[in-house]
């Protein structure tokens, strides 16, 4: 049986459930809980991390109400463990199946499964597909702004991690982009036996951290970090706010930031931001640029939308900022449809932090994968393939000699024209009428009245011309 099928029987379990209301969110959270105990045991790791008669096979022989009584004794035990890691995964955690028969049956129908062929394909992989699947339930709203596994593993390969560089996601999520990473460099090494044993100990230990605000998110960051042997700084809270202040002098970020402000709108708590605003993309933006070493190597890949290229003001700001301190010198434009939330439109922005804080960005190439693509969603999925002329492009060692209309490039004088926005590189489309594809958008106020005006004495004319029929058809009758 292979880790889909698996996937697939253990998400088939969540209707034993409805009866008892649960959410998909809470069922995946439930099944961490329990197959951080099976997985403990079929890694013969229960003696190093579970306190005795709390085990697997202790589950195993309970049923009914005791089952249950049990269950609820060992979360309580497991969040205030002395082991750290178990502590945190089982902080707060509570229960919330409310008949024991349907408990006794999740459990028994996990016992049940394939774990030996689990193994070898790899149990950290086993739970990243619970995890996609999650997401691509549009009911459980753990999916609305899922960034698909294609899209991270372009990112990490164009970012191109070596070993012994400190990488960081600020928005961690599920911890994909930081796992990704650290998969991308075990390939490279022979899952590390390339190195030596101080170098791969930071690997596992220190090379790949992360914040994450959502506490449930935490804990399944936590379990699939745990699950792919890597024990790296998890913290769950605020990147935005003084509790983030110790995540600096990175390597290599990779992240896609929440969309949206900030809840009543308030300002971020961080002292060391220097635009204050309440859009949470620009202060992730912020954060993540002035999160890099000052050395010329130092990168980042962050997914934003679009507003992040065209918001004024502060906005504005932030971009000529972005492009002071570091070279801003791809832009990918993605296609809609990619991430469950409907509509949203979103970028790649790739840059280099420079070592002066002036005049970094002289050129940025853009990259238009959303102009006469396909529409994507469930049904029809993105795929390395849709990215091949793109990673093509981007790893040319002569850009300008690339042939390709979805690749321009855009001074920093003519991005300066254009007031620093970034909302650049778009291609005709070819749904679109000649009118709909004029290439620049109104720019200012001036021109705004301008064509307005020559609307309305369009629309005087057209007025006057009925008036002169309607008058003919009276003096006729």
Partial sequence: MSNQEIVQKLWNLCNVLRDDGITYQ??????????????????DAEAEVIPEGYRWDNLLEKEGLDLKAFYQRMLLEFGSSDNERLRQIYTDA?????????????????????????????????????????????????GQYFTPRVLIDVMVELMDPKPGERCNDPAAGTFGFMIAADQY?????????ELNPKDAEFQKREAFTGMELVKGTHRLALMNALLHDMEGRIDQGDSL??????????????????????????????????????????????????????????????????????ESGIGAQIRRDLMDKCNLHTILRLPTGIFYAQGVKTNVLFFTREKTDKNSTNETWVYDLRTNMSTFGKRNTLTKAHFKNFIAAYQSEERSKVEDERWNKFTREEILKKGDSLDIGLIADESLSAYENLPDPINSAEEAIAKLQQAMDLLNE??????????????KK
């Fill in 26 to 43: 809470e069922y995946v959270t439930e099944l961490t809980y329990l197959l951080f105990l099976k997985m403990m045991k079929e890694q």
């Fill in 185 to 193: 460099l075990k390939n490279k090494t022979d899952n590390y036996f």
């Fill in 462 to 475: 057209v007025v006057e011309e009925i008036k002169a029929v309607e008058n003919e058809e009276l003096v």
């Fill in 94 to 142: 509570s229960t919330s199946i409310a008949e024991p028969k349907n408990l006794e049956k999740i459990i028994k129908s996990i016992d049940a499964l394939d774990w030996y062929n689990a193994k070898e394909e790899g149990l950290g992989n086993l739970y990243e597909g619970l995890l996609e699947k999650n997401a691509s339930e549009t009911k459980s709203g753990a």
């Fill in 241 to 310: 706010s003084s509790n983030g202040k110790w995540m600096k002098d990175f390597d290599v970020i990779l992240t896609n930031p929440p969309f949206g402000t900030k809840k009543g709108g308030e300002r971020v708590t961080r002292d060391d931001l220097t635009f204050e605003t309440s859009n949470k993309q620009l202060n992730f933006l912020q954060l993540i640029y002035n999160a890099l070493k000052e050395d010329g190597n130092a990168r980042a890949a962050v997914v934003l939308p679009d507003n992040v290229l065209f």
